[in-house]
């Protein structure tokens, strides 16, 4: 940790699914068991399965004492980052010690994919709310989508987020990310569905493909076409896809430091800048504009928006 920048926690961020969200990223970059076509932190470059103590422990408690300390209060602290935190094999000592450090609920937002392990199972015990993902529904199209490492079977993990339903006794959030020309028809959607009846989620929420992603086949679906296929999956289930960006809040100054912060974890919009850090979009567009000038930061279009990030490679949140 060095001046007021942290290794593990990032933010908060304004989040749509979460509110005011502290982020700690527990698990080296792209240190993933998928390697999604959709990914927004670009390609895996550590596709594995192996759980091992990828961050002191440690570390990322006194970071976040440390934190805290500062008498900021997120509405929830969230385990995720630019890697799969359920990886990490002390994860459960993690979320234990933030639950005895403050009373402000956890989440973990994880791809699901090793929520069979027993071991996983128990040591996300802790967390108030989980947000596993499931993107296909079928041996095929997870493939396809989400490229796993070889020796996960999706059998395997549709039926661990079944049977983790049954031991989680708090809340389950999915996540279904839908990409145009590979899970864009009824019929493969329909697939996913009967899965997503299985598990039981208390959230079943609607993704695409709106921020820069790994390949540039993995394409979004329009919004009309998403409202359509959400509806197969029933009155639950919502759309958290931000195609507008638009501002939710506006408050403080934009802050030069906090901007790059943000940028390193995701690539972002104006809008999105403007309103995962709760700044006015005026006076993020001026910051914003000399950060790009003083190539601490860079442009990147996607369709017709246009996105910054960092000029390297790490990012965070999912
Ligand atoms: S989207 Fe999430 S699960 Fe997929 S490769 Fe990126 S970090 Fe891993």
Redesign the pocket.
């Known amino acids: 940790m060095t001046q007021g920048t942290y290794t593990h926690i990032f933010g908060p961020v304004l989040s749509r699914r979460l509110g005011k969200s502290l982020g700690i990223d527990i698990i080296p970059f792209?240190t993933?068991?998928?390697?999604?076509i959709?990914?927004?932190?670009g390609r895996?470059t550590n596709r594995t399965a192996e759980r091992k103590e990828y961050a002191p422990v440690k570390d990322v408690l006194t970071e976040l004492e440390q934190f805290l300390a500062k008498g900021v209060f997120p509405d929830y602290i969230t385990v995720s980052g630019?890697?799969?935190p359920t990886l990490h094999s002390r994860m459960g000592d993690i979320l234990q010690g933030i639950k005895a450090m403050t009373p402000v609920p956890v989440a973990v937002i994880t791809?699901g994919s090793l929520l069979w392990d027993s071991n996983v199972q128990r040591d996300l015990l802790a967390a108030d709310v989980v947000m596993p993902?499931l993107d296909a529904g079928s041996e095929a199209l997870f493939r396809r989508l989400?490229r796993p490492v070889n020796e996960i079977p999706f059998e395997k993990i549709a039926r661990g987020l079944i049977d983790f339903r049954r031991v989680f006794p708090n809340e389950i959030w999915l996540e279904v990310m839908l990409v145009d020309g590979i899970t864009s028809g009824e019929n493969e959607v329909r697939d996913i569905v009967q899965w997503v009846e299985q598990i039981r989620p208390d959230r079943i929420q609607i993704n695409t493909v709106v921020r820069p992603p790994?390949e540039s086949f993995a394409r979004p679906i329009a919004r009309k076409r998403l409202e359509m296929l959400t509806a197969l999956f029933g009155p639950r289930a919502e759309i958290i896809a931000n195609y507008s960006g638009t501002s939710l809040s506006t408050e403080d100054t934009p802050d030069a430091d906090r901007i790059v912060d943000l940028l390193l974890r995701r690539p972002c919009s104006l809008s999105e800048i403007a309103e995962a850090l709760g700044l006015r979009k005026m006076e993020t567009a001026k910051t914003v504009q000399l950060l790009v000038e003083q190539h601490k930061i860079v442009e990147k279009r996607f369709g017709n928006q246009l996105f910054f990030s960092s000029p390297g490679e790490g990012n965070a949140t999912?």
């Open positions: 792209k993933c068991t998928y390697d999604c959709y990914c927004e932190q895996t630019a890697g799969e791809n993902s989400d790994a999912k």
